[in-house]
């Protein structure tokens, strides 16, 4: 059906508001191929992977029960959607604009994109998912980041095409290259990691690793709450024999920053308040950098500014999160620190 056909089909008829958990499958037309033809893929949604919390300085804290991932219904809505161009490639996947065929639950839902992940990266966008729903629960999404309708997985082996025979590639994979990757040695000594976690480590052959992962970092990382010990997740690695197929649909969002000529500490102070604004949520992005802000494509409100921003904040499969209380405010100010960011040599991609 084509969008205009959707839209007409439509026309008087109710529509309902969309959340992260309105769905409980998506399926994407074209996403696979059996032979020579393009064939639809059909993913449940997952749980999300959450981050044990960050701290500065360690404070005992009762459970945080909203740290848990979202649950699952088999009861929501499906959507169907296609691809219709890629968008970007980064280090965790595939960014694609999509359009929607078929939405079982005729909700107002925006343009959107799916961020495909690379096979050995599914944890990790698994991972970006618990962001995306930690800023929906602390009302922050559609407003400093983009809105999120779903993470999203399917095994490899269980995808068939219209006949019931196995697909034989995903498409968007072929010109990638697929790997199990490697941790770093659990020996690594501490004295090699900087106290000043504002920069994300890079070090080769751990990028596919969760910053939290490495066991030297344990000071800084604390699942007191078995969050993260206690999701599948945790255990999951990538295999070369059956990669999983994993897809986080978002709102579509305009282009990457720029500096516009006359207007650019303007434009980078609505970013610091972009910025202060998910510090007050504890969430630390920790890969700030310009091509990771994108312009907003509308002007929702922000209730501390009180008033829209002109920017989103995206990518956060390298970020952490604190929680904020008076009981730990080294660790709330801490998160605030990212601010400082915004503007300088890193921001730039200068280092």
């Not at 990638?176 to 900087?194: A, G, M, N, Q």
Request: glycine residues 6%; hydrophobic residues 35%; aromatic residues 10%.
């Amino acid at each position: 059906m084509q969008a205009g056909g959707r839209d007409q089909t439509l026309q008087n008829i109710p529509v309902h508001e969309v959340s992260i958990s309105t769905f409980s499958s998506l399926s994407v037309n074209g996403l696979g191929h059996s032979g020579d033809n393009a064939t639809k893929i059909t993913l449940p949604r997952s749980q999300s992977f959450p981050a044990p919390r960050f701290v500065r300085s360690y404070v005992p804290l009762p459970r945080i029960e909203s740290w848990a991932p979202l649950s699952l219904s088999n009861n929501g809505g499906h959507l169907e959607i296609e691809l219709t161009g890629k968008i970007s490639e980064g280090r965790v996947g595939l960014v694609y604009s999509a359009r929607v065929i078929h939405d079982t639950t005729r909700s107002d839902l925006p343009d959107l994109c799916v961020k495909l992940a690379k096979a050995e990266y599914s944890r990790t966008l698994a991972r970006e998912a618990w962001f995306y729903e930690q800023l929906a629960l602390d009302g922050c999404e559609g407003v400093i980041s983009p809105r999120c309708f779903g993470f999203f997985t399917v095994p490899f082996k269980d995808c068939l095409d219209i006949k019931g025979q196995p697909i034989s590639r995903v498409e968007p994979w072929e010109n990638i290259e697929l790997y199990t990757p490697k941790p770093d040695s659990d020996d690594s000594d501490e004295s090699d990691v900087e106290e000043n976690t504002d920069e994300p480590d890079n070090s080769e052959g751990t990028d596919w690793w969760l910053p939290d992962d490495r066991p030297y970092l344990d000071k800084y990382f604390k699942d007191d709450d078995g969050w993260k010990s206690g999701s599948p997740w945790n255990e999951w690695r990538a295999s070369s024999s059956d990669p999983l197929i994993s897809v986080l649909v978002l709102e579509k969002l305009g282009k990457a920053y720029y500096s516009p000529k006359g207007q650019e500490e303007e434009e980078l102070n609505d970013i610091r308040d972009v910025v202060h604004d998910l510090g007050s949520t504890g969430i630390m992005h920790k890969d700030l950098r310009y091509n990771n802000i994108v312009r907003a494509s509308t002007d929702a409100i922000c209730p501390h500014h009180q008033r829209p921003h002109r920017w989103r904040l995206v990518d956060f499969d390298m970020a952490a999160k604190t929680f904020v209380t008076p009981a730990a405010p080294a660790d709330a100010k801490y998160a605030m620190l990212q601010v400082r960011l915004i503007g300088q040599a890193y921001f730039w991609g200068w280092i």
